[in-house]
């Protein structure tokens, strides 16, 4: 879409240019003629008219390359972009709540496994031990990561194709060992009786990506 609206304005100054030109080398020559202006005015003009229309040119000239600069600065960028969300997903916090959620995962299997999650997450922002601080602030990292990349989904900073194969079904997957616990801080908010306003639309990005997600695995099945 910029490149589109980028080429457009250059063509239209391109067109300006070449126009302006013309213009240049017409008055000048009926002025030459009407009110007998010096010669050396009528060189300057034309010289002008002349300079700009080549200016034009040249710019069309380049059209092509400066296009192709632009979708190669544009794949770059994008690049850059996707690499940096990847080093967000393996930052040493993220990737510890991860372990530590396959870790009660693993403890509680069934199907209260979220329930049981939420409680000990729930404990975790109780205690006062650092260690327990340290390991609730890790997961609250997660969630605040799953929650940007909800809102650059949203927003259109991102394709929901490239998010399924960025980090396939794992983003659905903490999305169930979380559920629950979200459910509580949206509620009850964190810990428990310490709630605000903005409690009720936590995490609805994540939400939002997650229902996405779910959609085109059900088209692409």
């Known amino acids: 879409m910029q490149s589109h609206t ?5 063509i239209i100054v391109i067109v300006a240019c070449l126009i302006t030109g013309t213009l240049g080398l017409i008055v000048a020559y009926h002025q030459h003629q009407a009110f007998h202006f010096p010669l050396q005015t009528l060189v300057f003009t034309a010289l002008s008219a002349i300079a700009n229309m080549l200016l034009a040119l040249i710019a ?13 600065a544009e794949i770059t960028t994008r690049g850059q972009f996707l690499i940096s969300l990847n080093e ?8 510890e709540a991860r372990c530590y ?14 329930n049981h999650i939420n409680k000990s997450i729930q404990l975790l922002s109780e205690e006062k031990s650092l260690d327990s601080i340290k390991k609730f602030a890790q ?4 969630l605040e990561f799953m929650e ?18 960025l980090f396939g079904g794992s983003l659905e997957r903490y999305y169930y060992y979380l559920s629950k616990y ?33 959609n085109l695995r059900e088209e692409n099945s």
């Open 6 to 10: 980028k080429r457009s304005i250059l």
């Open 60 to 72: 069309f000239w380049q059209l092509p390359l400066i296009e192709k600069t632009g979708r190669e």
């Open 88 to 95: 967000q997903w393996m930052q040493k916090d993220v990737f």
């Open 101 to 114: 959620l396959h870790h009660l995962a693993l403890q509680y299997k069934g199907p209260k496994m979220s």
């Open 139 to 142: 997961i609250i990292s997660l």
């Open 148 to 165: 940007t990349l909800g809102t650059l989904y949203r927003h259109g900073h991102i394709n929901i194709v490239v998010i399924e194969e």
């Open 182 to 214: 979200i459910e509580h801080r949206r509620t009850l908010g964190s810990p428990s009786g310490v709630h605000f306003y903005s409690d009720r639309f936590l995490y609805q990005g994540f939400d939002f990506l997650i229902q996405d997600l779910r």
